[in-house]
């Protein structure tokens, strides 16, 4: 396990909510002043369903909006646009959807979707990468963490969602696992002050039938070197 942990590779780039309020309310296409941009258009392995990623620049900062296409229907993700591009994974069922956000330098976050009668809609209230860090605060490894993370906030997708992770070793149900990478640095007082990561690739699965996190017994060897321990006489 060592050995497997150590080379996990990320995608760079809390209950699930049933959103009908915002579904009613969603627009027929993108406003005026979005365009395509087709060089981040994603579409499914069955090619049955694409996500369009539209761009204003007529604002000081450039605006992204991500609509789903799929049998008819025409959804925005998110009625809040972001800043940059992003990525798109899809589970294999197709009733699910993984955004993977840049937010900022060097820091990501995560977003879900869940397929609805009219089309997809978001999984949860908050960000799933917000979601991923709240969980983290939970464990017992947070209490080792050497200074909470400022810098560099990231929450990556470990790869492996579409085989369902087996390079892990996992033997779970197909599409009802997503793993989660957490990674943050922070200013860290002492004899040297410096920045440096205080969490670097802390693990844990949600349950996509659940909406609910947990921590499988692969991940615990690798989670147990992934928190920067609290040192003595360091603020």
């Known amino acids: 396990m060592n050995g497997r942990m150590s080379w996990i590779s990320l995608f760079v780039a809390s209950s699930i909510g049933v959103f009908s309020a915002a579904a009613a309310a969603q627009p027929a296409a993108p406003p ?62 197709l009733k699910w959807i993984v955004r993977l956000q840049k937010t900022g330098s060097g820091e990501l976050s995560l977003y879900l979707y869940r397929l609805a009668q009219d089309g997809y809609v978001p999984a949860s209230n908050k960000p799933l990468g917000d979601l991923a860090w709240a969980y983290l605060k939970t464990r017992p490894d ?37 793993l989660i990478s957490l990674s943050g640095d922070a200013d860290v ?31 615990s060897d690798h989670n147990a070197k992934a928190v920067v321990l609290l040192s003595p006489g360091v603020d």
């Open 189 to 219: 007082k002492g004899r040297k002050p410096m920045q440096t990561s205080v969490v670097h690739g802390w693990s844990c699965r949600y349950d996509l039938q659940t909406g609910k996190f947990d921590v499988p017994a692969l991940l």
């Open 142 to 178: 947070w209490r080792k963490v050497r200074k909470e993370p400022e810098y560099h906030i990231s929450a990556n997708l470990v790869r492996g969602i579409e085989e369902n992770y087996r390079w892990l070793g996992a033997d779970w149900p197909a599409n009802r696992y997503i």
């Open 32 to 93: 005026a002043g979005y365009k395509i941009d087709e060089n981040y258009t994603k579409t499914s392995p069955d090619g049955t369903t694409t996500v369009e990623q539209y761009l204003n620049k007529d604002t000081d900062d450039w605006k992204w909006q991500f609509w789903a296409r799929r049998q008819g229907t025409f959804t925005l993700l998110d009625p809040e646009p972001a800043g940059y591009p992003a990525d798109f994974i899809f589970t294999q069922d």
